[in-house]
């Protein structure tokens, strides 16, 4: 059987509105797929090489096939048209007629032919009826093309409206950018736990998270407030190593979060610095324009 005669996935994607490239279509996965799929790419030697900003839209577009036992995945020598990473099921890879290995949840696998442009080195076979993320090689091509120019411009208007970094230089936050990574919540999750230590920050993409906090007669901590898209918490880490003042929790499953950490920040920035500078300055504004709302309040 060549691969695609019997298993050609059909593609039902799921359009986001929020993939700039019309050539590339997300399909819908919870956290925990994301997390698996991002998982299984950088653990492959080859795969993680590729950009970050690549491999974010790699997960968001592969989509979801069943394999039965027995099944063939991949045949050894035909041309490769995906790439897979394995969710459920076992595997085994067979290169000429001898088994080389197996494959268990959390592999990406078929990434030579599709990266080299070579035949299929190995055959894969579901040893039990699998579930599979697959990508399109002319999606994976797409985005291999895709600027990285475009990736940047839709991270950048976003920070710009983020009232933390609404003043930073501009290529100050170009440097933020090329440290971002994404982290996905499920609701329930704590992001962060109060009395931690901490050295991330963190920028609500998509969600909501509620914040409490400790206080004094209760046992249970009390809700805070509600933070959401483009609201920013763990500022603190950025600028001293104090230990975190509430707990963060996701709201809604797939809360996403644009995670900056101290060290990357410090290495790639190299302006710590400065930036602890503005940081110190824009929270010890934000703490008197507080402190006056509260004098106002107590006045009138
Ligand atoms: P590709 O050649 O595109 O298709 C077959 C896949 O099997 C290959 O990419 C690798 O992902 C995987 N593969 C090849 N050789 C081995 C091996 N020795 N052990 C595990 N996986 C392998």
Redesign the pocket.
């Known amino acids: 059987a060549k691969e695609g005669v019997s298993a050609e996935p059909t593609s039902r994607h799921y359009y986001n509105p929020s993939c700039q490239n019309p050539d590339v279509t997300c399909v819908r996965k919870d956290s925990s797929a994301k997390k698996l799929i991002t998982g299984a790419i950088m653990s492959n030697d080859f795969l993680r090489q590729l950009e970050a900003s690549h491999v974010r839209r790699m997960v968001d577009c592969m989509y979801e096939r069943v394999y039965s036992q027995s099944q063939l995945v ?1 045949q ?1 020598g035909a041309a ?1 048209n995906h790439l897979y990473v394995l969710a459920e099921g076992l595997l085994d ?1 067979i ?1 000429n007629s001898r088994l ?2 197996q ?1 268990h949840p959390g592999t ?7 990266l080299y442009n ?7 076979k579901a040893v039990t009826d699998s579930k599979i993320w697959v990508l399109d090689r002319q999606v994976f091509q797409n985005i291999m093309m895709s600027s990285a120019q475009a990736q940047h411009q839709e991270y950048f208007s976003f920070l710009r409206s983020v009232s933390l970094l609404k003043d930073l230089p501009e290529e100050k936050l170009s440097k933020i950018i090329d440290c971002l990574e994404v982290d996905f919540y499920d609701k329930g999750d704590y992001i962060i736990r109060e009395g931690e230590e901490g050295n991330t920050f963190f920028i609500i993409a998509k969600g909501k998270v509620c914040v409490t906090q400790a206080v004094e007669g209760s046992t249970e901590p009390q809700e805070i407030k509600t933070l959401g898209v483009g609201d920013y918490f763990g500022e603190k880490a950025l600028i001293s190593e104090d230990v975190r003042s509430a707990n963060i929790i996701a709201e809604e499953d797939d809360t996403q979060c644009l995670v900056i950490d101290r060290d990357t920040f410090n290495q790639m920035v190299g302006t710590y610095q400065e930036l602890q500078t503005y940081l110190r300055e824009y929270v010890f504004q934000l703490a008197l324009n507080d402190h006056d709302r509260r004098n106002a309040r107590r006045k009138s």
Not at 108 to 114: R, V
Not at 118 to 124: D, E, F, L, N, S
């Open positions: 991949i050894e490769g890879v290169q080389l290995g494959m990406a696998f078929g990434e030579l032919a599709i070579c035949k299929r080195t190995a055959t894969v």
